[in-house]
């Protein structure tokens, strides 16, 4: 059974950082991509970033771009999200995926987690 789990949400302030890991297990992320999306209230989800296992190549919104960064450990079968100088407007769920192709679309993924909420206190 595939299940990715996300830890680390919380509570945040403004400009701080904060750090979310993505654990995978019933599949191995050297053969996915693994991306971070997130879903804001009333609003919908969107994509975050993207780490291409194979090659480790990176893609990330244009908002996010500079702030966030996406990595992997091999041994752990684990994506982090470091998430810096945070903003009001990152509150969501965050949510890790997996899937075959590497890109921004949630179509692109098959395999998701449960989100975790990140709240950036103002």
């Known amino acids: 059974q595939v299940q990715l789990v996300e830890f680390g949400g919380g509570l945040a302030q403004t400009g701080g950082p904060l750090r979310l890991s993505c654990a995978a297990s019933?599949?191995?992320?050297?053969?996915?991509?693994t991306g971070w999306f997130r879903q804001a209230t009333g609003k919908e989800r969107e994509f975050v970033t993207a780490?291409?296992?194979?090659?480790?190549?990176?893609t990330y919104a244009v908002s996010m771009k500079g702030r966030f960064t996406i990595s992997r450990d091999n041994a752990k079968n684990t994506v982090y999200l470091q998430m810096h100088s945070l903003k009001p407007e990152d509150t969501a769920v965050y949510f890790c995926?997996?899937?075959?192709?590497?890109?921004?679309?949630?179509?692109?993924?098959?395999?998701w987690g449960q989100g975790t909420q990140v709240t950036v206190s103002s």
């Open positions: 780490i291409r296992w194979s090659t480790g190549s990176t």
């Open positions: 019933g599949l191995t992320l050297t053969s996915y991509t």
């Open positions: 995926a997996a899937g075959r192709v590497f890109g921004s679309s949630s179509l692109s993924y098959n395999y």
